[in-house]
């Protein structure tokens, strides 16, 4: 099997046209492995990928020639980079990781020789990467350094189709422009950095705090080029954004007659800040708008993709439900993007199904995908495979191809959660069951913690049956923590622990990645909740704790291990979890003392201390650790200006997101985070307010809206208050576990 199969390859090289230059590959070696440079040689067979309508799988095999030399052969870039990947995680047990960086300088200084050749195929052509909301989430501050970091992980886990559209402002501002729009049209109608993604949807229109300025703009679109252009050398297709519909409200007046309808208004906002006005596609104009952002973009970036990310109803209902509307609105954006590219391919998520399905009845949606006439121009992302797929009812999106999607993460938030047979015996499952399934990928809306989870789904991608997950963990440990010695067997055990509890979860009303009570209005009632932003845990905390020990007493075992930029990560991230625990049962406590007929206020006193206590000692272990850190997030925003004004503006959306989310709360603590610095600065005074209340008022006279009020009027002044949180070292934490805190 093994000499037909290196003959085959053999005779690919021999015919195969290397229509790529894999020098971007060499260009990753030499960003991460500068040293092993000329330990590896990569050999393109043929380009794989062919054209964007007709992909096909990807392969690859590495070997070691007779100079000691390893070589990667591959049908295609991805194929390089997912072959280089498997020998530096399998063979030399090294990776890169979020948050931590890169840790394969961590292998031996002469890399080992291979006694047989490592032979890979993917399952599936496509491997997505990004929810659009991840960009405000996680990325609307990222540098250029923080984005080489991203790419060179995503082409070294092999996804080859990530979305691309950072900074596409430009280009509509040069469009609106050319409409005869000014200035105070278009700025007014733009969303602050942090909110950008939900503008681009139609979800919100304007900015509260102040005007995007086109310093902004012009500096995102720069980080664009460089970004497109790494993704184009790293052998990727970038999904480019392109005219969605969404215009400003100045339409009116420089297109008196255009054809436009406001949309349905979103989560509370008011209607300053959303009903986004929407160009219906059938009017001569959106053809013309279309042909113009797409020209324009790529005269830019150049033509470097066919495929395009189009979403125009996001949490929003169309104008009519009328099937013959719903299909010419999709009909005619079709030909739009057709007229000006006639290889275009329509990317769209399939979130609008699941999360409008009230509105979206399977007639409806056939009605609607049925406009796109031609299968081979569209792609769904199935958004939420893991926990509530919509291909299966929708059989397969009407025939239309279609990618099977973790998402897993809502509004970025930090709770231990995975769902390990989910993601890999359904999506091995819908494979076999439906012949329109191109690709896998990762949807979540924040890319935050549990990094294992996302590994495992890629893997996948390249497996043709159910990873065992078993010793895919233990082979996953051994390469978080290389490069301080031997890994303790006490990793090993906390680690299969998780696997089978926290990461393992089965309960249907925990859809995704958690969330702390203690990041909620404090309230005596509804802040255990099941659904997507679910608080409620699936598994014993005492797991947990047992977890944490091995953990901790690892690092007696190996000292060094504190020296171990990931097993700083990950002690900080399962202290922060055994806390947050530990905080449900205290607030229980709380709220059934508060319910009794008896209690004295020296116990609510008491308790509520206990409570804030543990809170304030969260926030210094957390502060120990960048990237749990308030001042990271707020440091990054105003790092993007040198002009005072600009910088407090960006600070202040930077605050506002992962708090009030709106000029008053309309989605309050919806992107909360367990962050040092926000802790002690924004919870701890929330529940030392409530806690006041309950001593101030009895239960028969408790009153939330009052309390809200108190508290609302609170967080509406930290939105603009001084810079919080501080950086300390690793050792701090050290220490701190040490101490007889614990």
């Not at 033509?303 to 979403?311: G, K, M, Q, R, S």
């Not at 947050?580 to 116990?603: E, K």
């Not at 206990?610 to 960048?626: E, K, Q």
């Amino acid at each position: 099997m093994l000499l037909s199969s290196l003959w085959i390859w053999a005779t690919c090289l021999i015919l195969g046209l290397a229509a790529q230059s894999s020098q971007g590959i060499l260009d990753l070696v030499e960003r991460r492995l500068p040293n092993h440079v000329d330990d590896f040689e990569f050999r393109l067979l043929t380009n794989g990928i062919g054209n964007s309508t007709k992909p096909t799988n990807d392969s690859y095999i590495v070997s070691s020639t007779t100079v000691g030399k390893i070589l990667v052969e591959g049908n295609s870039l991805s194929a390089l980079s997912s072959g280089l990947h498997r020998y530096l995680t399998d063979v030399v047990h090294v990776d890169i990781f979020w948050y931590i960086g890169s840790q394969l300088e961590f292998g031996p200084s002469t890399l080992p020789a291979l006694n047989a050749a490592l032979i890979g195929s993917s399952i599936v052509p496509w491997r997505y990467h990004f929810n659009t909301v991840t960009f405000s989430y996680t990325a609307a501050f990222w540098t250029w350094e923080d984005w080489e970091l991203e790419l060179d992980w995503l082409a070294l886990r092999g996804v080859n189709l990530p979305l691309a559209w950072v900074g596409q402002e430009k280009i509509l501002v040069e469009v609106f422009q050319e409409l005869g729009m000014t200035d105070d049209d278009l700025f007014s109608y733009f969303s602050g950095p942090a909110f950008q993604a939900w503008n681009r949807f139609g979800n919100i229109q304007g900015s509260w705090g102040g005007d995007l300025p086109i310093e902004w703009i012009d500096n995102q679109f720069e980080l664009q080029k460089n970004i497109t252009k790494r993704m184009v050398e790293l052998g990727m297709t970038p999904v480019l954004p392109c005219f969605t519909g969404f215009v400003p409200r100045a339409i009116s007046r420089v297109l008196p007659n255009a054809m436009i309808v406001n949309g349905s208004d979103w989560s509370g906002f008011p209607a300053e800040y959303t009903n986004v006005t929407f160009l219906e596609p059938v009017d001569p104009t959106f053809a013309a708008l279309q042909k113009s952002f797409i020209t324009k973009q790529a005269d830019a970036l150049g033509n470097i993709t066919h495929i395009y990310t189009l979403d125009q109803y996001n949490e929003n209902n169309p104008y009519s439900g009328d099937l013959d509307y719903l299909r010419n609105v999709s009909y005619n954006t079709w030909q739009s993007l057709k007229a000006v590219d006639p290889d275009a391919i329509w990317m769209m998520q399939g979130w609008l199904f699941f999360s409008l399905s009230s509105f979206w009845t399977n007639e409806r949606i056939e009605a609607y995908l049925g406009g796109v006439e031609d299968n081979k121009d569209m792609i769904v992302i199935d958004l939420f495979s893991e926990t509530a797929p919509q291909w299966q009812r929708t059989n397969s999106y009407f025939g239309k191809p279609w990618l099977w999607c973790q998402l897993h993460n809502f509004g970025g938030n930090l709770g231990l959660y995975g769902q390990i047979m989910n993601v890999t015996i359904n999506p091995i499952e819908a494979l076999a069951n439906s012949s329109s399934l191109v690709g896998f990928g990762l949807t979540m809306e924040g890319q935050e913690g549990n990094e294992v989870m996302y590994d495992l789904l890629l893997d996948q991608a390249w497996s043709a049956s159910p990873i065992e997950t078993a010793t895919y963990f233990s082979n996953w440990v051994t390469r978080r923590y290389a490069g301080n010695g031997a890994v303790p067997g006490e990793l090993y055990i906390a680690w299969e622990m998780m696997r089978t509890t926290i990461y393992n979860n089965t309960n249907p009303s925990v859809q995704a990645v958690t969330k702390s009570i203690f990041e909620l209005t404090p309230n005596i009632t509804g802040l255990f909740r099941a659904g997507h932003h679910s608080t409620a845990i699936a598994y014993s905390p005492n797991t947990l704790v047992t977890a944490f020990n091995l953990m901790f007493n690892a690092s007696k075992t190996n000292p060094d291990l504190w020296n171990n930029a990931a097993y700083q990560y990950d002690m900080v991230d399962v202290t922060r979890q055994v806390f947050s625990n530990s905080f449900d049962q205290m607030y229980r406590s709380l709220v059934s003392a508060y319910l009794s007929s008896n209690v004295s206020n020296t116990t609510i006193s008491t308790l509520g201390k206990n409570m804030t206590s543990l809170l304030t000692t969260l926030d210094r272990v957390l502060s120990t650790n960048p990237a749990f850190s308030l001042s990271t997030w707020l440091s990054a925003a105003r790092a993007e200006s040198t002009n005072a004004t600009l910088q407090r503006f960006y600070e202040y959306n930077a605050r506002n997101q992962i708090t009030l989310w709106g000029p008053s709360g309309e989605i309050s603590d919806y992107a909360s985070k367990s962050w040092g610095g926000l802790l002690n600065g924004y919870y701890v005074p929330r529940w030392q307010m409530f806690v006041s209340y309950l001593l101030e008022v009895p239960v028969s006279r408790y009153n939330y809206t009052e309390l809200n009020s108190r508290l609302l009027a609170f967080e509406l002044k930290w939105q603009t208050q001084g810079m919080n949180g501080t950086v300390t070292s690793s050792q701090t934490f050290f220490a701190f576990l040490l101490s007889d805190n614990t």
